[in-house]
């Protein structure tokens, strides 16, 4: 399980720090900061490569690093927060980046992204000046480390790898050389594949590919899940809810059958889900007491989608290590959030959850089952901060030098 979670330098968090406990909620007013944590977590799985992207990639098509960074002074003093002084910059003393890391129960993980070295990558051959590059918008990997423990410390480290060289640690402490050729663009994760000399990266790659993501499934009337599609076992519904019906029939299959029926008539008394299959084609449908056909589903409503959608993601019989919920309660009826919070705890119990939610019903229906933690943020002079939670009072964590 990951217990804490670092960001720093991202959008409006400067430095962060958060404990997890398995299933954890994050909430707090529009414009708190929930948006940036959510992104800043999908960053991090971004630097696994797979389904889940780039990292480099993702922050260049926001406009690169500058346009992600952290806006406000490197450091607030006391005097700033109690207003005594205005909120003003001074001259910089650490590197322009952005920092994002964890903690788990196994290894940790920790990147550093920072601004491309100016003037160009490469050297031209006939004149053996430095090649000016078009990628402009895109950051460079600076530093990353794995390590074991709750924080990245001398003593703790497993792999470190600083510009282009990776380092690997022996069992008698000593390091070797793992790589020296490490593209600037490209983590360590997704180049390094040396099951026997690195597990630990294989481990930390294979374990941050596993986190799922859910965020705004599209209901308009063209979305993917209205629409009939070919089928296949799905155990795990894809991100954007294409394969809702083949999910729901491979949960009918593996045995999820009365959790699912149980669900569904949480949400809607009396009703039924069921699957048509038509040349290979699947397509789902609900059947509603007081209908005499079932309902197709393009003719059902945004909110009942999304549950539906919700419950094939939080049923999955491939449970992640991580599983990464966003305003799920978009569209829901707040009578539905009774129904919404049961699947999320029953899932809790086989992956790790975080959801990010504005929404009191939701909120409301998770305090009263007494398993989820919850943090709430807010902004103080722009900087987002967990209520409650003092400077010198968050979980321990370590930024490395470069």
């Not at 927060?81 to 003393?93: D, L």
């Not at 990776?166 to 600037?184: N, Y």
């Not at 799922?212 to 076992?233: E, L, N, S, V």
Request: charged content about 25%; glycine content about 10%; proline content about 6%.
């Amino acid at each position: 399980m990951i217990r804490t979670l670092a960001i720093a330098n991202y959008r409006s968090i400067r430095d962060l720090a958060i404990q997890l406990h398995g299933l954890d909620i994050v909430t707090g007013a529009n414009g708190s900061g929930k948006s940036s944590l959510y992104r800043a977590l999908r960053l991090l799985a971004e630097c696994a490569g797979g389904d889940s992207g780039n990292v480099v990639g993702s922050l260049a098509r926001d406009g690169g690093l500058s346009s992600t960074l952290w806006a406000g002074p490197e450091t607030i003093s006391d005097a700033m927060r109690r207003g005594e002084v205005p909120v003003q910059g001074t001259v910089r003393k650490a590197s322009v980046n952005l920092k994002l890391g964890y903690s788990g129960d196994d290894f940790g993980y920790l990147v550093d992204l920072g601004m491309p070295v100016p003037g160009g990558v490469g050297f031209d051959q006939e004149t053996g000046r430095p090649r000016p590059s078009a990628f402009g918008l895109d950051p460079e990997i600076k530093r990353e480390q794995i390590f074991s423990g709750p924080v990245a410390r001398p003593g703790s480290l497993l792999v470190d790898r600083k510009g282009s060289l990776a380092r690997l640690r022996g069992a008698g402490g000593e390091w070797t050389e793992l790589s020296r050729r490490l593209d600037t663009y490209q983590s360590m994760l997704t180049e390094v594949s040396d099951q026997d000399r690195a597990p630990e990266v294989l481990r930390v790659r294979d374990s941050v590919r596993s986190w799922r993501f859910y965020d705004h499934f599209r209901t308009d009337p063209d979305a993917p899940a209205r629409q009939a599609q070919i089928g296949t076992r799905t155990p795990v519904l894809h991100h954007s809810g294409r394969d809702l019906a083949a999910a729901l029939q491979t949960l009918r299959e593996v045995g999820v059958e009365q959790k699912l029926d149980t669900a569904v008539g949480h949400a809607f008394p009396g009703s039924r889900l069921q699957v048509a299959v038509n040349d290979g084609r699947f397509s789902m449908e609900l059947k509603q007491p007081g209908m005499l056909r079932p309902m197709k589903a393009a003719e059902l409503s945004d909110g009942t989608l999304r549950f539906l959608l919700l419950t094939a993601a939080l049923l999955t019989p491939r449970p992640p290590e991580l599983m990464v919920l966003n305003e799920p309660e978009t569209s829901l009826h707040v009578d539905l959030m009774p129904a919404l919070a049961g699947l999320i705890v029953q899932a809790s119990a086989y992956s790790q959850l975080i959801v990010v939610t504005h929404s009191e019903a939701l909120l409301a229906a998770l305090r009263e089952t007494g398993a989820a933690h919850e943090h709430e943020l807010y902004k103080e002079l722009g900087e987002t901060r967990i209520k409650g939670l003092g400077a010198l009072e968050g979980p321990l964590w370590s930024w490395p030098k470069r």
